[in-house]
């Protein structure tokens, strides 16, 4: 089967059996969606929120680049896909939480981490993965004796705090944060286990979900 086709049969089997499933709600949506949170996470393909959260359509309202990073908050005329997609969340659809969600083994953080030590992985993939530099070099100084696992384990989580405090950087989130009391939160998902992690943000520990 070509990628193509893969497409089609899955989106064959979507409308014999999850469009009917859901239609009430598919013809509800279709005059507005209203989500209740947003969630910034990596494209990796093994890291699907919908699937994650067991989210139906309408529910989510996500953005997802490499490595699910948040930039600071920068008015300079650039193009912004990640910032946009923030204020119309926030400003517009006025989400009641952003939960930037991180993973194992991600291949954007493991390109930050070797730009520390040889040439960046490629231009604009290097170029964004630099948002997550300070974050880092920081990890890099607290645990030099790490093993490169552990450095992007420590990354991938501190990157999250990181672009948390990137988004309080936005003057329209830390206006939706005072004014309705809009949440911040963090997790990390493991692949193979399927364990979901929250940050804390009083300890900045990340405390596994109990299942069930
Ligand atoms: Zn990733």
């Given amino acids: 089967m070509t990628p193509k086709e893969s497409l089609i049969a899955g989106f064959r089997r979507f409308k014999q059996d999850s469009y009917p499933a859901h239609v009430a709600a598919y013809r509800r ?3 507005g969606q209203r989500p209740r949170t ?16 067991s989210a139906g359509p309408g529910e989510l309202f996500v953005v997802r680049n490499v490595a699910n990073l ?4 920068a008015a300079d005329r650039m193009h912004h896909g990640t910032s946009a997609a923030l204020e119309f969340a926030v400003t517009a659809l006025k989400v009641e939480q952003i939960v930037v969600m991180g993973h194992g083994q991600c291949g954007g953080i493991q ?6 030590s040889g040439p960046a992985p490629s231009y604009f993939v290097g170029q964004w993965v630099e948002i997550a530099a300070p974050a ?12 490169p696992p552990e450095q992007q384990l420590e990354l991938e989580m501190e990157s999250i705090r990181r ?3 990137h988004l309080e950087s936005f003057p329209f989130v830390r206006e939706a944060v005072a004014s309705r009391g809009m949440a911040l939160d963090g997790a990390w998902f493991a692949i193979a286990e399927g364990d979901l992690h929250w940050l804390d943000r009083a300890s900045g520990r990340f405390e596994l979900i109990a299942a069930g």
Avoid: E, T
Wanted: proline fraction near 9%.
């Fill in 29 to 31: 949506l279709s005059s």
């Fill in 38 to 53: 947003m969630i910034v996470a990596c494209s990796d393909s093994r890291v699907d929120p919908a699937a994650i959260f």
């Fill in 70 to 73: 948040v930039p600071p908050f």
């Fill in 111 to 116: 390109a930050c981490l070797a730009a520390a």
């Fill in 136 to 147: 880092r070099d920081a990890v890099i100084a607290a645990h030099p004796g790490a093993s």
């Fill in 163 to 165: 672009s948390l405090a």
